[in-house]
């Protein structure tokens, strides 16, 4: 596996919840209130994706990139990290004003759109089946190549 496809991975595991969190700031509401309160059981998550990314596939002798099947980390890695940007920019949000819009209703000028605000939910939807999904996928990766390399490691 590419050194460069492990590292862009890593990064994109580290930054792309940041940049949604940067998204759902575009149009926040009680939404951005929910998950800042549900921060708590979020933040494990993350933890978790940034010891993957250092342990696994930014160390040179990284678990995930020096393992046969590090490329389904790798795709892991990009479907919970593209998971979680989609649902920053598609999740519907509002205030106590009745106004639900998302970053991309906002960014693509289709403000007040019911259909654009339709559209918007059900990628949001898909993007959250994407990013769970995907973190599930990653973490068993990240498992079972520790299982392997501590079972090498015995043998040898």
């Known amino acids: 596996m590419s050194a460069t496809a492990a590292k862009l991975a890593g990064v994109a595991l580290i930054l792309f919840p940041l940049l949604a969190l940067a998204a759902k700031l575009v149009y926040p509401g009680w939404m951005l209130v929910l998950a800042i309160w549900s921060s708590w059981m979020l933040l494990p998550g993350y933890i978790v ?10 160390r040179r002798n990284g ?22 940007l989609g649902v920053g920019f598609f999740l ?7 106004r639900a819009e998302s970053a991309m209703t906002v960014v693509f000028g289709l403000t007040g759109s019911v259909q654009a605000g339709d559209l918007s939910m059900i990628l949001a939807l898909i993007s959250g089946f994407l990013w769970l ?6 973490v068993v990766e990240w498992i079972i190549q520790l299982v392997l390399a501590r079972q090498a490691r015995t043998l040898a």
């Open 133 to 138: 999904t995907g973190w599930v996928w990653l």
């Open 49 to 58: 994706q940034i010891v993957v990314a250092a342990n696994g596939l930014f």
């Open 63 to 84: 678990v995930l990139r020096r393992a046969a099947g590090g490329w389904r980390a790798i795709t892991a890695a990009w479907v919970t990290s593209i998971g979680i």
């Open 92 to 98: 519907i949000d509002g205030g106590d004003d009745g």
